[in-house]
């Protein structure tokens, strides 16, 4: 699909896809999008994957997504319109050097907050090291 909006670009909404690929979408998209409706606590494993490939991603301003910081996602209003989306789709594809702003600081927040990391400050806090 070619958004009208966006010469030059494309859209794939894929639905599942086996893991091979979903690795290389990771890799070569240049824009994710995780919107959701509503959160009962749990943290997205999509956007973790994005945030840890590095890929800039607009997140749905709640729950858990809602609480990643300002400067490694850019965050819609849950009631966002469709063409509020699509302008947060334009700026992003349109603005190299924000893309590379939220890149850094998804892949830096990722890193800050992978298992090995967090097991360490747990287990620090706690006096077990």
Same mark, same amino acid.
């Given at each position: 699909?070619?958004?009208k909006?966006?010469?030059?670009?494309?859209?794939?909404i894929?639905?599942?896809?086996?893991?091979?690929?979903?690795?290389?979408?990771?890799?070569? *998209?240049?824009?994710?999008?995780? !919107?959701?409706?509503?959160?009962?606590?749990? +943290?997205? /494993? $999509?956007? =973790?994957?994005?945030?840890?490939?590095?890929?800039?991603?607009?997140?749905?301003?709640?729950?858990?997504?809602?609480?990643?910081?300002?400067?490694?996602?850019?965050?819609?209003p849950?009631?966002?319109?469709?063409?509020?989306? *699509?302008?947060?789709?334009?700026e !992003?594809?349109?603005?190299?050097?924000?893309? +590379?702003r /939220? $890149?850094? =600081?998804?892949?830096?927040?990722?890193e800050?907050?992978?298992?090995?990391?967090?097991?360490?400050?747990?287990?620090?806090?706690?006096?077990?090291?």
């Open positions: 699909m070619r958004p909006h966006a010469p030059g670009t494309s859209v794939e894929t639905g599942y896809v086996a893991r091979e690929r979903y690795t290389r979408l990771l890799r070569t *998209a240049a824009v994710a999008v995780q !919107l959701r409706t509503v959160a009962t606590g749990e +943290a997205s /494993l $999509a956007v =973790a994957d994005c945030l840890a490939a590095g890929l800039p991603t607009i997140v749905s301003d709640l729950g858990w997504a809602g609480e990643l910081p300002a400067d490694a996602v850019l965050r819609v849950v009631s966002a319109e469709p063409v509020l989306i *699509a302008e947060r789709i334009e !992003l594809l349109g603005d190299r050097s924000m893309r +590379a /939220l $890149a850094a =600081a998804a892949r830096a927040h990722a800050m907050s992978s298992f090995e990391r967090v097991a360490d400050a747990y287990s620090t806090r706690v006096g077990l090291r």
